[in-house]
């Protein structure tokens, strides 16, 4: 889950991977696992892009 305002905290908690973007309010950040770009920075759109180049390429590792 990506949050950055009041609204989010229920979301946070609930979450297995909460983000907060360098911008959320404290409470937020409080709340999340990682703390990512702002959104400012397209940072939901990149943070997802890295992960997902994280699990290729420990898939290509586990499969060759």
Do not use: W
Request: glycine fraction near 4%; proline fraction near 0%.
């Amino acid at each position: 889950a990506f949050g950055d305002g009041y609204n989010d905290l229920e979301l946070m908690a609930s979450a297995t991977y909460s983000f907060a973007v360098r911008n959320a309010v404290k409470e937020i950040k409080d709340a999340a696992n990682f703390i990512t770009r702002s959104n400012e920075e397209d940072a939901v759109m990149k943070t997802i892009i890295q992960i997902l180049s994280l699990q290729s390429n420990v898939y290509e590792k586990v499969n060759h």
